[in-house]
């Protein structure tokens, strides 16, 4: 029955239209199967960096996971860590899948439609020592409890497949061994020593046509039930080959036969499902000349390969529309706001590389490096800028990451240069200030806050910064009037938590228990309210000065207990 039925005048229509009808001429200035092959195809959907792609399949399947998560995907097989007492081979290769019927069980029994059982599932090759068959060789035999433990680190992982926005599917190869015990095709080669001891439980099956579309339409039909409803798949065919044959034949020609019928296979699922998509890598690399698409095995893919590749099938599937400075710059800001933002980082980097010395490129990247906690590549990159261009917002950047670095005499002099272009800006003379600040500049650092024109919702900032400065001056009385100021603008937990410090340092700590109750009902985990509350809870802790005391007033420990105990008790709804 035919996969597609097409009129002949959309044939000939379509023979006319598509570009790539044709093969080109080996001399053909656009040849695109020159060096690295690159056949076209026109994908039916798109991809966003930050999405989560699921891989599955074989080594090419790992070969490409890598180079994903680079260029910002969230690859949640990468995740699982492999103990190495009990695997003895590549700890990359252990989720390898490589013939279709085995990939089934795995999603099975992580989202429990099925119950992995050891005395089914697994070999025993030495009394209490097992191997899972279901994994690729270099396991080593472990207990039962160990055994069970990695199969239920593996299926932790495959559960990521209900929040994975794409699938993808590398099929590998059709001869498979089947376990007559448990029914099920299995990953690796039975021991030699279990084909002894028990010759009936195994046997190899080399798969047709029909096997391995049932066994795609039962996958398929799988991820389905357990994806999220608006997922894609992309499969493809491994190019990496057979390392060897269990045929007579020889290996080339029992591989031509394996990756024939798992092409075949594949083109009914893609031209009957809208959400399923081919990416013909196999085709990349088998057209590519062998001596660089292969390592000197003649098995393995070179990693150039597949990275060119990857790097294909994204600029297929991401659609950046128009490559302008600008238009990168808006698309990392969305990619913040929605966030993804190693997609962004990753965006910025790609976009810089080829253009290095775009300022604002250079500034968003160096910025995104510092949220990043990369305060090390930021600075090279805005010093490396300022050696060419005069920038304020580089220079404010630099002081920024100076003094969040504790470089304080480092972060005034850049602020201090920013400054130097005109008006008081914001920005730069914030970072001023905290310099000096830390520096003990106070005198010059309230005359900088004095000129700085705040706009009206950052009223409170400046509040906050003319109290720690009046305090360091000695101004205590300038310096409450501010904190009351201040907290009477915002609640905001660092504010309060340091009022209520400034009034422990002068005694008076029942107001400062009250702030400190204030402060934790906003943030629990505020750090300087919890170092208060601790020494307000300490019993030889004096709260007010000698004399002090109101006549009949209450233990302020106890008056500081209540407060507490009442304002907890509104929080939860019990007052």
């Not at 994908?43 to 699921?54: A, K, M, Y």
């Not at 309060?496 to 629990?524: C, G, I, N, S, Y």
């Amino acid at each position: 029955m035919p996969i597609r039925r097409i009129s002949a005048a959309d044939a000939y229509g379509t023979l006319k239209t598509n570009p790539d009808s044709n093969w080109p001429r080996r001399d053909d200035p656009a040849n695109r199967f020159a060096h690295f092959a690159d056949p076209s195809f026109k994908p039916r959907f798109t991809l966003e960096p930050g999405q989560r792609i699921f891989t599955i399949g074989s080594c090419f399947a790992r070969g490409i996971e890598r180079t994903l998560a680079d260029r910002g995907f969230d690859i949640p097989t990468l995740a699982l860590k492999v103990d190495k007492t009990g695997w003895s081979g590549d700890p990359t290769t252990i989720l390898n899948n490589y013939v279709p019927p085995a990939i089934a069980p795995q999603i099975r029994w992580a989202f429990g439609l099925d119950e992995f059982d050891i005395g089914r599932h697994a070999i025993e090759v030495a009394p209490g020592r097992y191997i899972d068959p279901q994994l690729t060789l270099g396991f080593r035999p472990v207990s039962a409890e160990a055994l069970v433990g990695r199969r239920n680190d593996i299926s932790a992982i495959y559960r990521n497949l209900a929040s994975s926005h794409v699938v993808l599917i590398t099929l590998g190869l059709i001869e498979a061994w089947f376990d007559n015990r448990s029914g099920l095709y299995i990953n690796c080669p039975p021991p030699k020593g279990i084909v002894r001891t028990d010759p009936s439980r195994f046997e190899l099956h080399v798969l047709d046509y029909a096997d391995v579309t049932r066994s795609l339409a039962d996958l398929l039909d799988l991820l389905d039930r357990v994806c999220p409803q608006d997922y894609r798949i992309i499969l493809t065919v491994s190019p990496v080959p057979l390392q060897a044959t269990f045929t007579s034949s020889d290996v080339a020609v029992a591989n031509a036969y394996s990756k024939a019928v798992l092409r075949a296979a594949v083109e009914p699922f893609v031209a009957d499902r809208a959400h399923i998509e081919y990416f013909p890598s196999y085709e990349s690399v088998v057209l590519t000349d062998r001596s660089i698409a292969f390592v000197d095995d003649q098995v393995h893919i070179q990693t150039s390969m597949v990275r060119f590749n990857v790097d294909r099938m994204i600029n297929r599937y991401v659609e950046t529309g128009d490559d302008t400075i600008a238009n990168v710059l808006a698309r990392a800001r969305e990619d913040g706001a929605a966030g993804r933002f190693h997609a962004g980082l990753k965006r910025l980097q790609q976009a810089w590389a080829l253009h290095p010395g775009n300022p604002d490129l250079t500034i968003a990247l160096a910025r995104a490096h510092l949220r990043a906690g990369n305060g090390g590549a930021a600075e090279s990159l805005l010093l490396e800028l300022l050696e060419t261009h005069e920038s304020v917002p580089a220079r404010t950047l630099l002081a920024r990451h100076y003094n969040e670095s504790g470089r304080h005499e480092e972060a005034a002099l850049q602020a201090e240069k920013a400054c130097e272009h005109g008006k008081a800006m914001l920005d730069p003379s914030l970072q001023r200030v905290e310099a000096y600040y830390h520096l003990g500049r106070f005198e010059e650092g309230f005359v900088v806050l004095d000129r700085i024109r705040w706009p009206l919702e950052r009223k409170s900032l400046l509040l906050h910064w003319k109290a720690r400065y009046c305090e360091r001056l000695g101004r205590l009385a300038d310096t409450e009037a501010l904190w009351r100021e201040c907290n009477g603008l915002v609640e905001n937990p660092v504010y309060m938590a340091a009022f209520a410090e400034f009034l422990a340092k002068q005694d008076r700590w029942p107001e400062a228990a009250e702030w400190v109750d204030r402060t934790l009902l906003r943030e629990p985990n505020e750090k300087t309210a919890l170092r208060l509350r601790a020494q307000i809870r300490k019993a030889r802790l004096p709260t007010r000065r000698a004399g002090a005391a109101s006549p009949g007033a209450a233990n302020p420990f106890e008056r500081a207990a209540r407060w507490s105990t009442a304002l907890i008790r509104r929080a939860v709804g019990k007052a």
